[in-house]
């Protein structure tokens, strides 16, 4: 039955947040955003939904080792899982704006929540103020760049189509996407302990890995099947934005309803030393041997690295 609720989650938290993605998208477009500030803040949030509710729903009930396991398992499965296999099927090309500002901002939240669980083993709801502050400003410079250097920036993600979708669609899409990402939080939550239990792990391992790779099934598909048809696969850029949001927003906002409370020490004396190790590799891999490119061998080296870090959180 746990497993059933797991899959079950999963499958509301993929269809809720593509409701949702698309019912906001549609809105902004209605109300005359440009598609350069939607694809990089209106998207970007509503893709952080599924994370962001699966992390208060356990937060709420008292199962704080989910929403860090969560937000830190879910980075380290971006680099190791999503870029690795990414790689591997087609080599991506880094820009500049990697190591001049997405990088250097997604290690300062990093090292930052480290240093936050280090001193007192709990998220309060001042620091989740400060996380999402740090985001808002974030999001401002991002948006400064992307005004400079337009021909860097991306947008199509954006679908000028759901401009003409009409209200009532919007906001039946709004509807479907809230019911399914509640319901779906839930039941991967309550799945999630029932696993845990069975399986005689605890909470946290299971949110480090199977809810992790599982929030990061949709981003890594997408990832493939636009590198099968030779079309812009998903950018390392797009990744460590990724990254920063699940800190940033997710574990802020979360903050800021529930304090999180660090319960097993390894999210802080293991865990997280993995995601840190994941984001430090990312410059050695981007300059050597070649520069700019993550091609298949780095993606394999990845990979292999993230087999490890799985294999040995159920070992350990």
Do not use: H
């Not at 989910?66 to 099927?89: E, P, Y």
């Not at 990402?181 to 939550?189: A, K, P």
């Not at 949001?245 to 999180?260: D, H």
């Amino acid at each position: 039955m746990s497993i059933l609720f797991v899959f079950l989650g999963f499958a509301l938290l993929v269809v809720g947040g593509d409701f949702l993605v698309r019912a906001a998208v549609g809105l902004s477009l209605k109300l005359n955003i440009s598609k350069m500030i939607i694809g990089l803040t209106v998207v970007s949030f509503a893709t952080s939904a599924p994370e962001l509710l699966v992390s208060v729903q356990a937060a709420m009930d008292g199962f704080s080792d989910i929403s860090l396991g969560n937000v830190i398992g879910s980075n380290i499965a971006n680099i190791g899982l999503v870029l690795g296999v990414t790689a591997i099927v087609s080599p991506l090309t880094i820009d500049k704006d990697f190591y001049k500002f997405n990088w250097p901002v997604m290690m300062l939240l990093s090292v930052g929540l480290f240093f936050i669980l280090q001193s007192g083993n709990e998220l309060s709801s001042l620091e989740g103020l400060a996380l999402v502050a740090i985001l808002i400003v974030y999001l401002a410079l991002l948006i400064g760049r992307a005004k400079r250097y337009p021909a860097n920036n991306s947008n199509d993600i954006v679908d000028e189509a759901l401009a003409i979708v009409s209200n009532f669609k919007i906001i039946t899409w709004l509807l479907i996407g809230g019911v399914a990402l509640y319901f779906g939080s839930e039941w991967l939550v309550e799945g999630a302990i029932g696993m845990a239990k069975t399986l005689g792990v605890s909470e946290r391992i299971i949110s480090i890995t199977i809810i992790a790779v599982g929030t990061s099934v949709p981003e890594l598909a997408a990832s493939v099947i636009a590198a099968l048809k030779k079309e812009k696969a998903l950018s390392l850029g797009t990744l460590i934005g990724s990254n920063i949001f699940n800190i940033a927003s997710v574990l802020g906002i979360t903050a800021i309803i529930q304090p999180i409370t660090v319960k097993s020490q390894e999210l802080f004396t293991n865990d997280i030393w993995w995601m840190l190790g994941f984001a430090l590799v990312l410059i050695p891999l981007a300059f050597l041997p070649k520069k700019f490119e993550i091609g298949r061998i780095k993606g394999l080296i990845l990979v292999v690295a993230y087999c490890v870090f799985i294999s040995l959180a159920f070992i350990g």
